[in-house]
C-alpha cells in the first residue's frame, strides 16, 4: 500500500511527511518519508521497514445533530469579522487548546515547533484559509476563551476551543460552544464534529456533557525514518 503525500506538513515542517489508513497488516511502502503516520480503527501491530515508533495517541471525533438552537444568552460573544485581532491575543489560549497534541507530545517534533504550527493555526484561522469564524470572550482587554470553526457543507468542524485555566469551570467553554451552535443553525450546518484526543479526559467530559457523542475513534501512529531518529 502507498502512503498518501501530505503537502502541508511536508512543507511546515520541511520534511517529507505521509499518512495511510490501514484496517489491518498490510505491507507499506515507506519509500523515503521521515514521518509516515498510521491511522488504523483499532490496536494491531504495524511494523515500517527502517522506520521506528515514537507516538500514539486515539483521535476522538465527537458529533451533534443540531436540531434547535441553544438558549440565546445576553453575554457578549465576539467575533473577529468585526473586532479586528492580531495572533497575538489568542496565542496563550491556542497553546492551552493544544497542551495534549500530538505535535507537541512526540518530542520528535519540539516544542518550538509545536508553537509555531498553533500560531499558523490562528493566523489561518484569522485569515480564513484554515477556519470560516472565530469567535472568543475579552475581559479587560484579555482573550479569556476562544473557538474557531470550519465549514463542510452542512458539516461544522471545531479546529480550536479553549478557555484560560483561571477562567474554566466557570461556564465560558459552554457559552461559546452554544454561540457557534447558534451559529451554525443559522448558516445551514446541521452537524457539528469535534476531534481532540481521548487522552484529554476534560475536554471528552466537557463535548459529553454538551450533548455530543463519540462517532469515532481512531489510533494515530507517528513513525518516524531510522536515521532520523
Ligand atoms: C477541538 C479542541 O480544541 S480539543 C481541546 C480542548 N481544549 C482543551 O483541552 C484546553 C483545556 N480546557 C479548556 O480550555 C476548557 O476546560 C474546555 C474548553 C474543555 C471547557 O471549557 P470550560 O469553560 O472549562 O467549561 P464550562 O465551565 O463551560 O463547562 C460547561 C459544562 O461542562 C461541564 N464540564 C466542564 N469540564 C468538565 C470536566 N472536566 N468533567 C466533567 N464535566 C465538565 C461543566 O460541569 C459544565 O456543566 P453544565 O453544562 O451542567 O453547567
Ligand atoms: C495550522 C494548519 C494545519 N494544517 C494541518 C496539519 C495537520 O495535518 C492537521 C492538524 O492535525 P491534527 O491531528 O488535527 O492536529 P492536533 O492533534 O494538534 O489537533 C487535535 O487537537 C486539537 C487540540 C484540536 N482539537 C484539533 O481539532 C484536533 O484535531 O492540519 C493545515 O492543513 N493547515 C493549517 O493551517
Keep these: 500500500m502507498k502512503v498518501n503525500y501530505l503537502q502541508w506538513d511536508s512543507d511546515f515542517f520541511n520534511k517529507k511527511i505521509g499518512d495511510i489508513s490501514i484496517h489491518q497488516k498490510e505491507d507499506i511502502e515507506t519509500e523515503d518519508y521521515d514521518l509516515i503516520v498510521v ?121 480550536l476551543i479553549a478557555t484560560h485555566p483561571d477562567f474554566q469551570g466557570k461556564g465560558f467553554g459552554k457559552k461559546l460552544l452554544n454561540h457557534v451552535e447558534n451559529f451554525c443553525i443559522k448558516n445551514g450546518i446541521y452537524q457539528l464534529e469535534i476531534p481532540t484526543q481521548k487522552e484529554n479526559i476534560q475536554a471528552c467530559a466537557f463535548y459529553k456533557k454538551q450533548g455530543y457523542s463519540i462517532k469515532d475513534e481512531i489510533i494515530i501512529k507517528h513513525y518516524w525514518k531510522n536515521d532520523s531518529l
Design 39 to 159: 491511522k488504523q480503527p483499532s490496536e494491531f501491530n504495524v511494523e515500517l521497514k527502517n522506520a521506528l515508533l515514537s507516538f500514539q495517541e486515539t483521535k476522538v471525533n465527537f458529533i451533534k445533530t443540531l436540531e434547535k438552537p441553544r438558549q440565546p444568552d445576553s453575554f457578549t460573544i465576539k467575533d473577529t469579522d468585526s473586532d479586528d485581532k492580531d495572533i497575538e491575543f489568542f496565542r496563550e489560549l491556542a497553546y492551552e487548546s493544544g497542551k495534549k497534541s500530538r505535535f507537541l507530545l512526540d518530542q520528535k517534533f519540539g516544542e518550538e515547533k509545536f508553537k509555531e504550527l498553533y500560531d499558523m493555526w490562528i493566523i489561518n484561522s484569522l485569515n480564513k484559509k484554515f477556519a470560516l469564524k472565530t469567535f472568543y470572550i475579552e475581559e479587560n482587554g484579555k482573550a479569556i476563551g476562544f473557538v474557531t470553526l470550519q465549514k463542510y457543507n452542512t458539516l461544522g468542524k471545531i479546529g
